[in-house]
């Protein structure tokens, strides 16, 4: 679909970056743009689905620390991150006419641990050069803390190896957070290509009281050092709620995230029952409504930061998978709302690019894919239906003993899951992964990782053609085309 009257795509013609108009994002000529793209998980912040590892990603590379020795570890991950995002990928989103790329990432690139507040100038260069890509051809960026200090929310996605966001109840974390995105807006400030500054990727304070006056911190001292470009701000309970916040602050989005039932890995038709729940377009509908209430009341930009559903690879499957998406893009552009579609590349699951199945990274760890899906333990892309025998007696336990509990983010269910599933029998796993890339030589480690190089990898055609249609105009520069394949 084209873009709405008065929208853009163009480059950026001066040095001015975009602004918060009212309910509209602006260029510096005044015209409105709504942002359109994808998110870029997996790359500067892994996560277990996108890349094949159970658990979390810290836990992933002390195993492969352990297992590979330094020299293969670091051409491995070096290569990783060379190959995961470059030119070509870049060139490739500009291709499908969006205009937008939010890119993930981990604290940990940026300071240590061992060393907190000690910046690493080896993370700024690698997000330099995703920026830069994307700015060569035509694509704003925003910046995404996807994993704070202290984790603040209570999955993996954060890099939390527990169920408990710490950064909420200890000031320093939320002090370290701070100091990053101080850093950041010194260096970024003059970009007309970064969008803007996603302070916290689905924020899951369990009070709903202290990410209020977080944010407002935030707000100042990041307003301190760069006074123009939009800051965006999720919803708590990963960005679905909206109730602490008061007046919206000055040149700010608040965003909101959108998984529709119908789109998860235990999905079925479409329409249909998804979990009990009928899930149609109307249902798709009042969901969207609900979650940008807040924007529509204060009349600030709608943007969906993240939703996407999860694939098969059953084409019979995946069809009703691409009808909860065309519903979804519909929707969006009827009420004028940027999106950010998750994730741009992966190893099958939700990627427009995807690495290929007979590669050898993928061929190296089909075991623990087999065992992952077999145990349901990553929350993203597997199901409970191997271990409902464990499960549905803890669940009723639970239930029947503790019938007013309500643990965040999502309720028992999904708290007995995490628990369960995603540590109990996760964490074991990640030396069965590790295993498999011990004796592996440093160039054999660079091999492996070239995996998710663009050239090496397939297009998801169908959702690309979706993205086609829904992007916000053509793109300023036409990239290569990625090897079709079916999806």
Not at 55 to 84: H, I, N, S, V
Not at 245 to 261: I, K, Q, R
Not at 356 to 380: C, F, H, N, T
Not at 421 to 445: C, K, N, T, Y
Request: charged share 25%.
């Amino acid at each position: 679909m084209s873009a709405a009257s008065g929208e853009t795509t163009e480059r950026a013609e001066t040095r001015a970056p975009l602004r918060v108009e009212g309910a509209r994002i602006v260029d510096a000529q005044g015209r409105a743009v709504r942002l359109t793209g994808f998110g870029l998980g997996g790359w500067m912040n892994m996560e277990n689905f996108i890349t094949g590892y159970p658990a979390t990603e810290g836990l992933q590379r002390r195993a492969m620390l352990e297992a590979m020795g330094r020299e293969a570890y670091d051409a491995f991950f070096d290569a990783f991150l060379d190959d995961f995002f470059a030119d070509e990928d870049a060139a490739y989103i500009a291709s499908l006419g969006v205009n937008c790329v939010r890119i993930a990432f981990h604290y940990r690139h940026f300071e240590s641990d061992d060393n907190p507040g000690v910046l690493l100038e080896d993370g700024f260069r690698r997000l330099d050069r995703a920026i830069e890509a994307c700015a060569a051809h035509g694509l704003y960026t925003v910046l995404d803390l996807h994993a704070a200090p202290g984790f603040h929310n209570q999955r993996w996605h954060s890099d939390n190896p527990t169920h408990v966001a710490l950064f909420w109840t200890y000031r320093e974390f939320q002090d370290r957070a701070i100091a990053l995105w101080q850093a950041l807006a010194a260096r970024y400030r003059d970009n007309p290509w970064v969008a803007g500054y996603n302070v916290l990727n689905e924020p899951g304070d369990a009070t709903n009281r202290v990410i209020g006056p977080f944010y407002e911190r935030a707000h100042e001292t990041i307003r301190a050092i760069d006074p123009d470009h939009i800051l965006f701000l999720d919803g708590n309970r990963h960005g679905t709620q909206f109730a602490a916040f008061g007046e919206p602050l000055p040149n700010t989005v608040y965003t909101l995230h959108d998984y529709a039932l119908a789109g998860f890995a235990d999905s079925g038709e479409y329409p249909g029952y998804s979990r009990g729940q009928y899930v149609d377009r109307a249902f798709l509908l009042s969901r969207f409504l609900e979650r940008s209430a807040y924007m529509r009341q204060t009349g600030t930009p709608i943007w969906v930061g993240e939703f996407g559903p999860v694939y098969s690879g059953d084409p019979e499957r995946d069809v009703h998978r691409y009808r909860v998406l065309l519903d979804q893009l519909e929707i969006y552009a009827e009420h004028g709302a940027g999106w950010s579609l998750w994730t741009y590349k992966d190893i099958g699951l939700q990627g427009v690019v995807t690495a290929r199945r007979d590669s050898p990274y993928l061929r190296l760890i089909a075991p623990i894919l087999e065992k992952k899906a077999r145990l349901g333990v990553d929350a993203w892309g597997t199901t409970d239906e191997g271990v409902r025998d464990v499960l549905g007696p803890i669940e009723e336990l639970v239930a029947r003993e503790y019938p007013g509990f309500d643990p965040a983010p999502f309720g028992q269910r999904q708290w007995i899951a995490t628990l369960v599933r995603h540590i109990l029998l996760a964490e074991p796993m990640v030396e069965d992964f590790a295993r498999l890339f011990a004796g592996v030589s440093p160039q054999r480690a660079r091999e492996l990782a070239a995996a998710f190089r663009f050239a090496e990898c397939d297009e998801r055609t169908p959702l690309a053609a979706i993205v086609r249609e829904f992007s916000t105009g053509p793109a300023p520069r036409q990239g290569p085309p990625a090897k079709e394949a079916t999806g």
